[in-house]
C-alpha cells in the first residue's frame, strides 16, 4: 500500500514523500496459565467454589467428579516482532498533504504462545488525507486523536474551524477498538484481558480550543459512542482542559465529566514552578 502511494505520488509530481520505518522486537520470559483439575474429594468446604490445602480456590460443578482451576504451565519465552511504517506526503496541491501508519505483527520461535493481538497481523492506525487553510481544515479517513477524553481512532471526517490561535472542531464516523495505538514497550501484558467494545460504535463530537491571554489556553471536547444497531450507548462525556504559564510557573488543570453517569472521571490540578537558584 505505501509502495502504490509513493508510485502514484511520484506520477502527480508530488514535492515531498517521507518514509519511516521503527522495528521493535521483546524477549518475555512467563509462564502462561494453564487449565488443570484435581478429584473433588480433595478440595473441602461445598458449593461451587472450595478450596485445597494450600489455599488455592477451584471450581466445583454439582455431579461432575472433579473441580477445575487454572495454574502456572512451564516458563516459556515470547519474542513478539513489531515493525511500524509511516508515509507522509505533502505537495498535492495548496495545503494537500496524505498520512498513512501501517504496523505489521509477528513472533520468533516455535512457541504457540498466544501474545496480545498475536493473531493480528497487520493494522493500520492512520490513513489520512487533508486540506489544511488558513480557515479551515478537513481530513478524511482513520484518524487518531488524543485528548482530554484519551486516545482514539475512527474512520470518519473531521472539520475544523480557525481563528488566529483558536479553533472549533466537529468529527465524526465508526469508532474503532479501544487501545489500537498501544504503545510497543510498557505494560504490554495488560492487554491479555479483553478489549472492549465488542460491537462498532457511531462517534461524534465537538472540540473547541480558544487562547487565554498570551500565555493560556482553554479547550473543550464533547464526544458520544453508540452502537451501530443503536442497541446501547457505549459513553457520553465532556472534558475540559485549561493551561496557563505566568510569573514563572504554570498551572494545568483537567476535567472529565461522565454525562450518563453524572460523575466525575478524572480532576487534576497541577501547579509547578522552578526553584531558585
Known amino acids: 500500500g505505501l509502495a502504490m502511494l509513493a508510485l502514484s505520488v511520484a506520477r502527480a509530481g508530488a514535492q515531498d514523500v517521507r518514509v519511516i520505518g521503527v522495528t521493535s522486537l521483546q ?104 486540506i489544511d487553510r488558513r480557515l479551515f481544515r478537513a481530513r478524511l479517513g482513520r484518524q487518531f486523536v488524543s485528548g482530554g477524553l484519551g486516545v482514539y481512532n475512527y474512520d470518519g471526517a473531521s472539520i475544523a474551524l480557525k481563528r488566529e490561535r483558536a479553533r472549533l472542531e466537529i468529527f465524526g464516523g465508526r469508532s474503532l477498538l479501544a487501545g489500537i495505538n498501544e504503545p510497543l514497550t510498557g505494560s504490554s501484558l495488560a492487554d491479555l484481558d479483553d478489549i472492549p467494545p465488542d460491537e462498532d460504535g457511531l462517534l461524534i463530537g465537538v472540540s473547541g480550543l480558544t487562547p487565554i491571554g498570551a500565555r493560556g489556553n482553554l479547550s473543550a471536547t464533547w464526544q458520544r459512542v453508540i452502537r451501530t444497531d443503536r442497541a446501547a450507548l457505549y459513553s457520553d462525556r465532556l472534558a475540559a482542559d485549561a493551561s496557563c504559564r505566568a510569573l514563572g510557573g504554570a498551572a494545568d488543570f483537567s476535567f472529565a465529566w461522565d454525562i450518563t453517569q453524572l460523575q466525575v472521571n478524572e480532576a487534576r490540578l497541577h501547579l509547578a514552578r522552578p526553584l531558585p537558584n
Do not use: K
Open 27 to 130: 524477549a518475555v520470559d512467563l509462564r502462561p496459565l494453564v487449565d488443570d483439575s484435581i478429584p473433588i474429594s480433595e478440595a473441602s468446604g461445598s458449593g461451587p467454589y472450595r478450596t485445597l490445602a494450600d489455599g488455592t480456590v477451584v471450581r466445583c460443578i454439582e455431579g461432575e467428579a472433579w473441580c477445575r482451576f487454572r495454574s502456572s504451565g512451564q516458563r516459556t519465552m515470547a519474542a513478539p516482532l513489531v515493525q511500524d511504517l509511516s508515509a507522509v506526503v505533502w505537495g498535492l496541491g495548496e495545503g494537500i498533504s496524505a498520512f498513512t501508519h501501517l504496523r505489521l505483527r509477528g513472533s520468533f520461535g516455535s512457541e504457540t504462545l498466544e501474545w496480545p493481538r498475536a493473531n493480528d497481523a497487520s493494522a493500520a492506525p492512520e490513513a489520512w488525507m487533508e
